[in-house]
């Protein structure tokens, strides 16, 4: 095990809600990138967060969102929840040290289905 | 264009046996990381292998190695003596140097390993 967790491991919500994903880093790790995997695809990066402020952005609207607390852990919001936000949504933390990303370790997910 | 292509989308070997996963990664960055992650049926994306783009020898991890082609720019897994266990989706994903904060993954290959 990675010793990155994330909760709750399952979720149903309805169309136009919005939901609030955790996650808790590895010990030891300063940075938590979140990633959206549809069923039957790759992870897709929705974005990682280091020293508290949004590192970097992939493809997605403004309506996910996220934060970084003190201690490195994270939360994933999603605002206006659609059909197509139905996925496993994973966390992973890695280590930043003078720049240089160490190797990306992934929590168990947590599957979310919008009804 | 893809980043990252994994052509092979299921596999079957025998118990025993190995296996070799191909992937195929196109970048303009001399500097990239290639990892390959295994992902069994509870859905943790479980690290197994890295290669920098400037080592020289293949990288291996027990039972696993890389075969880098650099020219080529492929990055195959072979796992060797298969085991039921290995049964499970295996992603391929890339790191570059422009955008190290990030993974770009491969649309995955399925193994399913035979008794």
């Known amino acids: 095990e990675t010793g990155v967790t994330q909760s709750p491991t399952h979720l149903i919500k309805t169309r136009g809600q919005q939901v609030t994903l955790r996650c808790s880093s590895q010990s030891g790790h300063n940075t938590v990138s979140w990633y959206q995997q549809a069923l039957g695809q790759g992870p897709q990066f929705i974005f990682q967060?280091?020293?508290?402020?949004?590192?970097g952005r992939g493809n997605f609207p403004p309506r996910f969102s996220g934060l970084q607390f003190p201690n490195y852990s994270s939360e994933l919001n999603v605002n206006a929840l659609e059909l197509d936000d139905s996925a496993l949504y994973l966390c992973?933390?890695?280590?930043?040290?003078?720049?240089?990303?160490?190797?990306?370790?992934f929590g168990p997910g947590t599957r979310l289905l919008v009804l | 264009a893809q980043k990252i292509t994994q052509t092979q989308p299921g596999m079957f070997v025998q118990e025993k046996e190995a296996v070799t996963l191909d992937c195929t990664y196109d970048?303009?960055?001399?500097?990239?990381?290639l990892f390959w992650y295994k992902q069994p049926s509870s859905g943790e994306m479980i690290f197994l292998i890295y290669q920098g783009s400037y080592d020289e020898q293949n990288a291996t991890e027990g039972r696993y190695s890389l075969n880098f082609q650099k020219a080529r720019k492929s990055a195959n897994l072979v796992i060797s003596a298969s085991q039921l266990g290995d049964s499970a989706m295996y992603f391929c994903a890339m790191r570059e140097g422009s955008n190290d904060y990030k993974l770009s993954f491969g649309a995955g290959t399925t193994v399913t390993v035979r008794a």
């Open positions: 992973a933390s890695s280590r930043k040290v003078q720049g240089e990303y160490g190797t990306q370790y």
């Open positions: 967060y280091y020293r508290e402020e949004e590192n």
């Open positions: 970048t303009s960055d001399q500097s990239y990381g």
